[in-house]
């Protein structure tokens, strides 16, 4: 099954929330119970530049997933981004996916880096 479509529109250097509650084809909400979840967002698929995001899981079927204002200020000016579930059984899910576009910031800018390599 294909990751839901998600575009995140972010604004650089600034710290980002999304809460996302996760369903099954039956309309049932998607018991996380001992999941783990992991997302990042990369300039491009296995794209050197790697940031963060910080996942926390509400029982039964919420998963918050935060940008910190830090690896705010690292991202490229635009990338990809998706959510992976792993599951007791050592199942792996990506449930979401999507583009990442950056706005530039003013106030406390800072040059963006290329760390590709």
Known sequence: M????????????????ARLKLYD????PVDLTDVIAKSE???????????P???T???PNIVEVV??????IKLPPAGVWDLQLTYVDGEVKTVVAGQVT???DVTD???YVDHRV
């Open 53 to 55: 995001l910080d996942c």
């Open 109 to 111: 800018s800072t040059p």
């Open 41 to 51: 967002i990369r300039d491009r698929p296995a794209g050197n530049t790697v940031i």
């Open 25 to 28: 084809i039956n309309h049932d």
């Open 2 to 17: 294909q990751p839901a479509n998600l575009t995140l529109y972010l604004y650089r250097g600034d710290s980002s929330l």
């Open 102 to 104: 950056v706005t530039p």
């Open 67 to 72: 940008l910190t204002a830090a690896n705010s």
């Open 57 to 59: 899981i509400t029982l």
